[in-house]
């Protein structure tokens, strides 16, 4: 088990180096650092994005879009889907999971996917890229995971946005992973009303 995972660490003790050097220079850990952070994809509004010159979202699935193994989507995410997609905002499903897990669940929300995405390297954003037609300046990553999201995104000069993951995983790998992303995970989030469909914005103003 800890054998098979051995390349990653090492590749996670490498980036760690690297980033506490750049942090020592006076670089505010850029490898690690999204452009903007968020408590929910759902929080991830129109206008939000036209600020960020975005038109296109290379959108992460286990823990961003719903939890692991779960073949449902989170909570509000079909109603913000729609949303996104009535602004005009293409999207795309990038995930370093298996095409037996990324297709139904892209197929059931009707978008394409990359599947075995291999983040944090670039393949399948420029497969993405490639299939959504859209300048590299025009996409953001948006994924819960530090070391594969919101790095793959500073290794090739992407926008990001990091989402607060849905549940906190349980197994030991997962458990280290997410240690060791605690030093780097944005401290202020954009505060914006999760959007609840039929909810006015007066209750929302009242919350
Ligand atoms: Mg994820």
Redesign the pocket.
């Known amino acids: 088990m800890i054998k098979k995972h051995l390349p990653v660490l090492y590749c996670l003790i490498l980036f760690l180096q690297v980033s506490f050097i750049e942090s020592y220079v006076g670089g505010d850990f850029l490898l690690f650092k999204s452009t903007v952070a968020v408590n929910t994809v759902c929080q991830i509004t129109p206008a939000l994005l036209e600020s960020m010159d975005v038109k296109g979202l290379l959108l ?5 879009l719903t939890t692991h193994d779960n073949h449902k989507p989170a909570k509000g995410v079909p109603e913000w889907l729609k949303e996104m997609d009535a602004a005009g905002i293409k999207m795309i499903i990038v995930s370093n999971n298996s095409e037996e897990r990324v297709s139904p669940f892209a197929a059931m929300l009707g978008l394409d996917f990359v599947s075995h995405s291999k983040k944090p390297l670039s393949k399948g954003f420029k497969e993405a890229r490639n299939r959504m037609d859209l300048p590299f300046e025009n996409l953001a990553v948006v ?3 530090i070391f ?2 919101i790095l793959g995104a500073n290794l090739k000069r992407l926008k990001s946005i990091y989402v607060d ?1 849905i549940e906190h995983e349980k197994t030991p790998f997962f458990k280290l992973k997410r240690r060791l992303e605690v030093p780097f995970i944005p401290k202020k989030r954009i505060e914006i009303p999760i959007f609840v469909e039929n909810e006015t914005k007066e209750e929302q103003k009242r919350k």
């Open positions: 992460d699935l286990d823990n961003t994924g819960d995971q594969t999201d993951p």
